[in-house]
């Protein structure tokens, strides 16, 4: 389901947020890393036992093994490389000129989408944690809205002080707008 | 025992199709929720090119190997 497909005909999308890029840059990191490491071995393994590399790679049958194990541990960690992306990708909390909307994908075969009216926002708070997230300014925004879903949490996101006030501005203009009562 | 060396073969072969149904998996998803801005059609193209450049070089070793060979091992009880 596309973003344009959740909204409504005069509604517009105000704010756009997925996870700060500092978690994909971990997560290409360590899959790099999962990439680089059988190399990095044979490469050890040269300098410092190279009659074991010889005797043991140059057997028919072993290098079958070899190749064998080696593009099944590639082709998993590629594989799973991609769905980490997917898994980044497809989080999305959208702020528009009605409401909030949280997409979240759970893992391959679970998606929550949920949504909130502006005017039913009643709190809304940004928490900061950690070295990392301090220096480069991600981390959570928690909305407590008057529904269902009562908790929405805008995990890893960009910015999430000044996110955190916009949503408060925008929650007071929508129930000025339509007179609610706080 | 003579163990014929397409044992292994079998062995990734099923791996193989696992894989391949998992990366099936994830481009539904793609496909479906995402590929709608340049990041992830190019994204996407790269972990594609990926895979198939993986069972390619895979697929060619396979072929230049010769699968009847068999090895011997001995079961001492």
Do not use: C
Not at chain 2, 27 to 36: E, P, R
Not at chain 2, 38 to 44: E, G, K
């Amino acid at each position: 389901m596309r973003i344009q497909q959740l909204l409504y005909p005069h509604e517009e999308v105000l704010i756009m947020l997925r996870r700060d890029q500092w978690i994909l840059i971990k997560i290409v990191l360590f899959y790099g890393l999962l990439l680089v490491a059988p190399i990095f071995l044979i490469f050890l393994l040269q300098i410092y036992a190279p009659l074991w590399l010889s005797q043991h790679y140059g057997d028919e049958l072993k290098k079958i093994i070899f190749v064998l194990s080696a593009s099944f541990y590639y082709m998993f960690v590629w594989v799973f490389f991609f769905r980490a992306w997917i898994d980044y990708y497809l989080d999305i909390w959208l702020v528009t000129n009605e409401r909030i909307i949280s997409i979240e994908q759970q893992g391959l075969f679970s998606r929550t989408i949920a949504e909130q009216k502006l005017y039913r926002i009643q709190d809304v708070h940004a928490e900061v944690h950690g070295l990392v997230a301090t220096f480069l300014d991600f981390g959570n925004i928690t909305i407590q809205t008057a529904g269902k879903q009562s908790l929405f949490v805008f995990k890893e996101v960009p910015k999430p002080h000044a996110v955190a006030k916009n949503i408060a501005k925008l929650a007071e203009w929508d129930k000025k707008m339509k007179k609610v009562s706080s | 025992m003579d163990i014929p060396y397409y044992v292994f073969l079998i062995a990734y072969i099923i791996s193989a199709f696992f894989g391949v149904l998992f990366f099936s998996f994830n481009m539904y998803h793609v496909v479906k929720y995402a590929l709608q801005t340049t990041v992830s059609i190019f994204v996407t193209t790269f972990f594609v090119i990926g895979f198939i450049l993986m069972l390619g070089v895979t697929a060619v070793f396979i072929a230049g190997t010769d699968w009847q060979q068999t090895f011997s091992i001995t079961i001492g009880l």
